[in-house]
């Protein structure tokens, strides 16, 4: 199947063809026709598999329709109101999703914007009154503009809620239920979630009409493109064994995952002590700061991208060889998500993580999700280790050393050097270093 099967017009097409897609991907070949068709969707798509394309694509083809399927011919009023409504639980993602828009939609001759918060509300104050058919928006922010008098909702024809297993986590099923008392009922409503709790599946029956639902992967399943390595190592050593890792590994970039803003933080201030180049993301960080360390990290200024779960939640970024679990999750569907962040496009990847005694119950919950158990990682060279500690029962314990990931793009194969030349390993470092899971 290719995208012209999908009866999309020549200018999206064009589009497409200019971000340099050939052929639609699981979700888009089942999600966009339904779409046109003007059916609700209810969707399970994990992050990665084209999902933004395919409810943006088919909402600017069918926003382009003068006045739609199935409607009496009418002028179209003077000033631009809101007919799409694409609904995002963070900053990043909603910056995504608004830049697909841009990209797919520049022959449209609709106009998008999109709002968050972090920043200053004036600019997005003065482009909604200018007026935009497609708005992108995080809730908080968007229930201020309504507040402020600067948004109505009273003629959206498309509603979309996307990661809102995300937004439900964060708490935004009150914003939620305050904005679609607001948004017309006779709607085309899309609900993209990349897991479906109880929850999601409630308020799928509250606000869809007889929706389809579409599925194209498992949550629990993960890219056999992907290794996925286990270390042995308590809290107090994990930072020590941090830079050893990085040190020692190839890997073009890097993303990490804490528990915690503080944690992030904290790693951050650790990994440029031994002279790695990281910065964090996290809701503690003003938009112009995590869109900083964002582009840092895309043009490769920056080695290593640490992140908590809700922050990381949505970013697209091509090239991460490895993703390094710092702090191992307790759900397990969060672990296939972290991961799913590599190993993309047909690259391999690597995922480590580093699991302390306390982590134990979490290991095997991964395991028993995923199908697989994660291998034990061997000690990497150059580091004597300490006692061998209990290995979980469900772990596989064959001793090989984790994956280089892409050797051949690396820039980063071995730690800065210290201002003597030599690389920075510290007597702690060494006494860090514990036989894998």
């Known amino acids: 199947m290719n995208f012209e099967d999908l009866r999309l017009k020549k200018p999206l097409l064009d589009a497409v063809r200019t971000a340099g897609y050939q052929t639609p991907t699981p979700i888009q070949a089942q999600v966009i026709p339904l ?46 109101n809101i007919r799409a409504l694409v609904l995002a639980p963070t900053r990043e993602l909603a910056q995504q999703i608004s830049d697909s828009f841009l990209n797919y939609g520049r022959h449209s001759g609709l106009k998008h914007s999109v709002v968050y918060g972090g920043v200053n509300k004036n600019p997005q104050t003065r482009t909604l009154r200018a007026g935009v058919d497609i708005l992108v928006a995080t809730p908080g922010r968007l229930l201020d503009h309504m507040s402020d008098g600067t948004v109505r909702l009273d003629s959206i024809e498309m509603l979309v809620l996307d990661e809102a297993d995300r937004m439900l986590d964060m708490g935004f099923l009150p914003d939620i239920r305050r904005i679609l008392a607001k ?3 006779r709607r085309q409503t899309l609900l993209f979630s990349a897991t479906m709790p109880s929850a999601i599946r409630t308020l799928a029956e509250d606000i869809l009409t007889q929706p389809e ?11 056999p493109s992907i290794a996925h390595w286990a270390y042995r190592v308590e809290k107090k ?18 993303l990490i995952f804490t528990r915690t803003k503080h ?16 910065a964090a993301i996290h809701g503690n960080k003003s938009q112009n700061a995590r869109t900083r360390a964002l582009a840092g990290f ?31 999750t307790t759900e397990p569907e969060t672990y296939v998500h972290r991961t799913g962040r590599t190993g993309r496009a047909g690259s391999s990847g690597t995922a480590l993580s580093f699991v302390s005694s306390e982590d134990h119950d979490s290991l095997r919950a991964i395991e028993r999700l995923i199908r697989t158990p994660l291998q034990a990682a061997a000690l990497l060279p150059g580091y004597v280790p300490s006692e061998v500690a209990a290995v979980p029962s469900s772990t596989n314990i064959n001793t090989r050393k984790p994956s280089s990931g892409k050797s051949s793009t690396s820039r980063y194969r071995r730690g800065p050097a210290t201002k003597n030349g030599s690389r920075r390993r510290t007597e702690k470092g060494r006494r860090a270093t514990r036989a894998a899971v």
Do not use: W
């Open 298 to 328: 895309r043009a490769g200024k920056t080695a290593v991208l640490v992140a908590t779960d809700i922050a990381a939640r949505g970013l697209d970024i091509d090239d991460i060889s490895h993703v390094i679990n710092y702090d191992l």
């Open 35 to 80: 779409i046109l068709d003007r059916k609700d969707v209810l969707g399970c798509a994990q992050t990665g598999t084209g999902k933004t394309a395919a409810f943006a694509l088919p909402i600017l083809q069918c926003l382009s329709r003068p006045n739609g399927p199935g409607r009496k011919e009418s002028r179209r009023p003077r000033a631009r």
């Open 183 to 185: 948004v017309p009922k």
């Open 263 to 278: 944690g992030a933080d904290k790693v951050v201030r650790n990994l440029m002590r031994a002279g790695v180049s990281a």
């Open 237 to 254: 050593e994990k930072s020590a064994l941090l830079c050893t890792v990085l040190e020692h590994t190839s890997f073009s970039r890097a």
């Open 213 to 223: 639902s579409v599925e194209v992967a498992r949550v629990s399943s993960v890219a």
